[in-house]
């Protein structure tokens, strides 16, 4: 079992900037794949970005591209998403979700097996 635990979300204006921080505790002495989803009210889950924790490749969705950037810190466990250039529509409440996976990470929110309590952020215009 891994437990996830976000924190880092809060409010901030337009053109502001926030750092998300996951850190992952329990059996974490495998291969991982860590994620950022976000949701919305009234929408889906929606992939953000993805870290395979070993070999360091990337992935994110179109809609942040040159703004956020994840990270990891092998040796805290943690996983960061930082945010620049919010928007409003990035407001949500933001998922950090991990997957054993040797290489590769997931954009699926399907494909992973733990997830943390998430964490709210708030762009206002």
């Known amino acids: 079992q891994v437990q996830l635990v976000e924190s880092g979300g809060g409010l901030v204006q337009a053109g502001g900037s926030l750092r998300l921080s996951c850190t992952a505790s329990?059996?974490?002495?495998?291969?991982?794949?860590m994620g950022w989803f976000r949701q919305a009210p009234g929408k889906e889950r929606e992939f953000v970005a993805a870290?395979?924790?070993?070999?360091?490749?990337?992935d994110y969705a179109d809609s942040v591209k040159g703004r956020f950037a994840i990270s990891r810190d092998n040796a805290k466990n943690t996983v960061y998403l930082q945010m620049n250039s919010l928007k409003p529509e990035d407001t949500a409440v933001y998922y950090c979700?991990?997957?054993?996976?040797?290489?590769?990470?997931?954009?699926?929110?399907?494909?992973?097996?733990?997830w943390g309590q998430g964490t709210q952020v708030t762009v206002s215009s």
């Open positions: 870290i395979n924790w070993s070999t360091g490749s990337t």
């Open positions: 979700a991990a997957v054993k996976r040797r290489f590769g990470a997931p954009a699926l929110a399907g494909e992973y097996d733990y």
């Open positions: 329990g059996r974490t002495d495998s291969y991982y794949a």
